[in-house]
């Protein structure tokens, strides 16, 4: 049974950081694209990054650039995403996935001082 | 970026009368692999989004037959042949032909 559980969200003041992990299981890891997802509060969803296979190739949507980072250890089968300098418009779950069609069950960050 | 634009955005329909969802893309989605990768996506109430619909008109598995996709750029749609009450959430298109990927603003399905 394939299992995303994401961890790591919780209460930041704004410029802070945040590191968020998707624990994978279920699958091969190493053999798909990765995603990360975001939901701002009664709001819709929306894109935040993409990482290949190997982490060579690595995409973000462009509010998030030179401030997030995705990253993926297919060894541990788990996908991270550094978050610095975080706003209170970066308020929302997040969400991994891969295929597009697994998705976990989302991990709540809250920028607020 | 490529604008994904849903309608109507609200939608109240009778159980067991048809749906139907639009979206319209800003720019074309096919991707130069030939594949044009226009997506629909179901959220229901404190859930995480479903794919339903992947390439315009696949439908994924586990996903009933009452749920079809369709169109060509820049039009697309999603229908549901019959409402049923499992079916209330949030629908959602999305594009993942052109970096950054988008999302539609999303469709409430509601019962009337």
Redesign the interface.
């Known amino acids: 049974e394939v299992q995303l559980v994401e961890s790591g969200g919780g209460l930041v003041q704004p410029g802070g950081s945040l590191r968020l992990s998707c624990a994978a299981s279920g699958f091969t890891f190493s053999s798909y694209w990765m995603s990360w997802v975001r939901q701002a509060p009664g709001k819709g969803l929306e894109w935040v990054a993409n990482i290949k296979q190997d982490g060579s190739e690595k995409y973000y949507v462009d509010s998030v650039k030179g401030r997030f980072t995705i990253s993926r250890d297919n060894a541990k089968n788990s996908l991270y995403l550094q978050m610095n300098s975080l706003r209170a418009e970066d308020t929302a779950v997040y969400f991994c996935g891969y295929d597009w069609y697994h998705w976990g069950q989302g991990t709540l960050v809250t920028v607020s001082s | ?1 490529v604008v994904m634009t849903q309608s109507p955005l609200s939608l109240p329909v009778t159980l067991g009368q048809p749906a139907s969802i639009s979206c319209r893309s800003s720019q074309s989605l096919v991707h130069s692999d030939g594949n044009t990768y226009l ?1 629909w ?1 179901q ?1 229901r109430p404190g859930q ?4 339903l619909i ?1 390439e315009v008109s696949n439908r ?1 598995s586990g996903v009933p037959d009452r749920f079809s996709g369709s169109g060509s750029g820049p039009d697309f749609t999603l229908k549901i042949t019959r409402v049923e009450a499992e079916d209330v959430g ?1 629908y ?1 298109c ?1 594009q ?1 032909t052109h ?8 469709t409430k399905l509601e019962i009337k």
């Open positions: 970026d997506n996506f959220q995480s989004p479903r794919r992947y994924d949030v959602y999305m993942g970096w950054p990927y988008t999302f539609g603003q999303g």
